[in-house]
């Protein structure tokens, strides 16, 4: 078995930025996305969310590029989200994400902030380079 240790701190968005993630609905989502990065062979360290975006930390192996991967985790649980029942099918994903390397010595930092999500943004904290990823505004490669 191969050894690696890339540790990513990802951050994507509802769609429109609209509170999309009810208290009813997050338990649920967080499972799904440990699920499907499962499947994918990545390890979730912590995953949290607030009304209009999510936190995620994951060692994600090289045989599977990141943006694959955010993709796959987006596309299946907002599709899994519209499929539930009472659903309206409304639920979907911003385009883009944010993403940070955290390095092995960080990992427990990230693990940390994005379990404490909810305070951070209780008693602004966050961190602003983290949490406002506006993603449909950030440069492309190339531009």
């Known amino acids: 078995m191969p050894y690696w240790r ?7 968005a509802t769609k429109n930025r609209m509170p999309l993630i009810t208290p009813d609905l997050e338990s649920g989502l ?9 499947e994918l062979g990545a390890i979730v360290h912590e995953v949290e969310s607030v009304e209009d975006h999510i936190h995620l930390v994951a060692s994600v192996p090289p045989k599977v590029s990141i943006s694959d991967f955010v993709g796959q985790l987006k596309g299946a ?6 499929h539930l029942p009472g ?12 993403v940070v390397l ?8 990230a693990i ?3 379990r404490d999500q ?9 961190v ?3 949490e406002c990823i506006e993603v449909e505004s950030l440069p492309r490669a190339g531009e």
């Open 77 to 82: 649980s907002a599709h899994h989200v519209n």
């Open 6 to 12: 890339l540790h990513y701190h990802l951050v994507w």
């Open 30 to 38: 967080h499972g799904y996305l440990i699920g499907k990065a499962d």
């Open 118 to 126: 909810r305070t951070h943004h209780r008693e602004n904290t966050a």
């Open 87 to 98: 659903a309206l099918g409304s639920f979907g994903w911003q385009r883009g994400y944010g």
């Open 128 to 130: 602003r380079a983290l």
């Open 112 to 114: 940390e902030y994005v």
């Open 102 to 109: 955290v390095s092995p010595s960080g990992l427990d930092k």
